[in-house]
């Protein structure tokens, strides 16, 4: 199977292509960056592609980070992989970012507790929480980040993510420490290949996956304003 993998969730910008026959990633180009995805990313994709010598006609799917992440981020890499496949008569699916931060550590059946966990700002972070076998013990969610420090229940934890260093500066004393903390960026391109591979389309859209609703919000039209009944 072949598979051109997206990720513009984070602060990165990054394509690869995956060729399962081989066993392992084929091309790949990640840039490191906190904007401008819109105007680095097709550019990548075509120098990928290139590399990789795979015609778009040639790929099995494309697969996409949903999120969570940048709300601009998550829109670029979603419209161009779904561009894509359209395009070249494929399908497209999504891989939440979460899911791809954890995966290298998942697929180590380690015995450990993974916490992944991503900036939300404001004292929040997006997280979840799995067993070293894979086995959900917290769903995803935005959450204060006390409220993903109490996952130190779960015993020594694996920390992943771009907000692992912060989870490990306010660990509970008390609590086992972590047993290892993996700060990133960005998730492993590869990784969303290889998730793309082995999701199924029709239950892993390509579509967004915000956790909460945007912090910036449009104004109200005045027209709207005009049609609610006076205060009272």
């Given at each position: ?192 290949a290889w998730l793309g591979a082995a999701v199924n389309p029709e239950s892993s859209p390509a579509r967004p996956y915000y956790l909460r609703a945007p912090d910036a919000k449009p104004p109200r039209s005045p027209l ?5 009944p006076p205060a009272s």
């Amino acid at each position: 199977m072949l598979i051109l993998s997206i990720d513009t969730a984070l602060d990165a910008c990054a394509a690869a292509v995956l060729d399962t026959s081989a066993g392992g990633v084929i091309a790949r180009e990640s840039q490191a960056m906190k904007r401008g995805h819109a105007e680095a990313l097709m550019p990548l994709i075509a120098r990928v592609m290139k590399a990789s010598g795979v015609t778009f006609a040639a790929l099995d799917r494309v697969a996409a980070t949903t999120g969570p992440g940048s709300f601009t981020g998550l829109r670029v890499g979603l419209s161009a992989a779904r561009g894509v496949a359209l395009a070249a008569g494929k399908p497209v699916v999504g891989v939440t970012t979460l899911t791809v931060f954890a995966a290298p550590i998942v697929s180590e059946s380690s015995e450990h507790p993974v916490i992944a966990a991503i900036d939300a700002r404001h004292d929040h972070v997006y997280f979840q929480v799995l067993g070293g076998d894979g086995s959900s013990l917290v769903k995803p969610k935005v959450a204060p980040i006390a409220e993903a420090l109490d996952a130190a229940r779960f015993g020594t934890p694996h920390l992943v993510g771009n907000a692992a260093n912060i989870l490990a500066e306010r660990w509970p004393a008390g609590a086992p420490q972590p047993f290892k903390i993996n700060q990133q960026a960005a998730p492993d391109i590869a990784w969303v290949a290889w998730l793309g591979a082995a999701v199924n389309p029709e239950s892993s859209p390509a579509r967004p996956y915000y956790l909460r609703a945007p912090d910036a919000k449009p104004p109200r039209s005045p027209l709207s304003d005009a049609s609610q009944p006076p205060a009272s």
